[in-house]
């Protein structure tokens, strides 16, 4: 089982290579569906393996990267400066879990939890506005003296 945990993380640094230029080119080219597809392959990839290997820290990473992959690649998160500046970040992190597995040691606990929580904070409050400006510029929310869309129609008014 050991020898399979060896080779599963030397394989992460393919991921993690796919992780950092997919970055890069969001950088630049933050709307390219491929690249944010690309983001989200390689971090599900490492948390489904990570869960196999009981990399309990690895798993909470990456799946809360991925969260914000899956929102950028649906179109419902804004791949904004911010966002993909704390990916970054988290990939950094990730990172550092993984090669601290791979050597057999333990980073301090919650070393990853900073990193994880900023995304989602950004993640977060990003949605938030997209969804407050969405509720704002939809005709169906007019006019009814509420900003909730009017969903029981057949009521008098």
């Known amino acids: 089982m050991q020898q ?3 080779k599963f993380l030397k394989e992460c640094e393919g991921n993690i290579e796919l992780l950092r230029s997919s970055l890069a080119s969001a950088s630049t080219m933050p709307t390219q569906s491929e690249t944010l597809q690309d983001l989200f392959r390689a971090v599900h990839s490492i948390k489904g393996g990570g869960g196999f290997f009981d990399l309990d820290r690895v798993v909470w ?3 809360t990267m991925e969260e ?4 950028l690649v649906s179109g419902s998160l ?3 400066g911010s966002i993909l500046q704390a990916l970054k970040c988290a990939e950094i992190v990730l990172t550092d879990l993984l090669d601290a597995a791979a050597l057999g040691i333990e980073l301090v606990q919650g070393y990853e939890k900073s990193a994880g929580y900023e995304l989602e904070s950004l993640a977060k409050s990003s949605l938030e506005r997209t969804s407050e400006m969405q509720i704002q510029n939809d ?3 007019r006019g009814s003296g509420s900003s ?3 969903t029981n129609a057949w009521l008098p008014r």
């Open 78 to 80: 804004a791949p904004t």
């Open 4 to 6: 399979l945990k060896l």
């Open 148 to 150: 909730l869309p009017r």
């Open 68 to 71: 914000v992959c899956a929102s």
């Open 139 to 141: 005709p169906s929310c």
């Open 61 to 63: 990473l990456a799946e």
